[in-house]
Nanobody
């Protein structure tokens, strides 16, 4: 089992920045690729970013490419999502998740955090 706890959400104006953190506990962190997903009201959960076990390889949704950066600190069992140039359409609950492979597919993730609300005002 892997337990995931997100933090760092909040309210920010358009054009601002936030950094989400996701602390992992349980099984060995480096066994898992990590991903960030988001879900806005009335919409399906969508992929945002993912990072490989080593942190060398990353994947991004087109909608966030160039604005968001995913990173991980394996010594701290933590993955981050730095979000810059935020837009109102980025408003959603953001979830971190763990998978045994680097993937953008929601169903390939085995463990999920409880979510963190990000609200971007215009």
């Amino acid at each position: 089992q892997v337990q995931l706890v997100e933090s760092g959400g909040g309210l920010v104006q358009a054009g601002g920045s936030l950094r989400l953190s996701c602390a992992a506990s349980g099984r060995i962190f480096t066994l898992y690729a990590m991903g960030w997903f988001r879900q806005a009201p009335g919409k399906e959960r969508e992929f945002v970013a993912a990072i490989s076990m080593s942190g060398v390889n990353t994947r991004y949704a087109d909608s966030v490419k160039g604005r968001f950066t995913i990173s991980r600190d394996n010594a701290k069992n933590t993955v981050y999502l730095q979000m810059n140039s935020l837009k109102p359409e980025d408003t959603a609950v953001y979830y971190c998740a763990a998978s045994r492979q680097l993937t953008v597919t929601t169903t390939m993730y085995d463990y999920w955090g409880q979510g963190a609300q990000v609200t971007v005002s215009s």
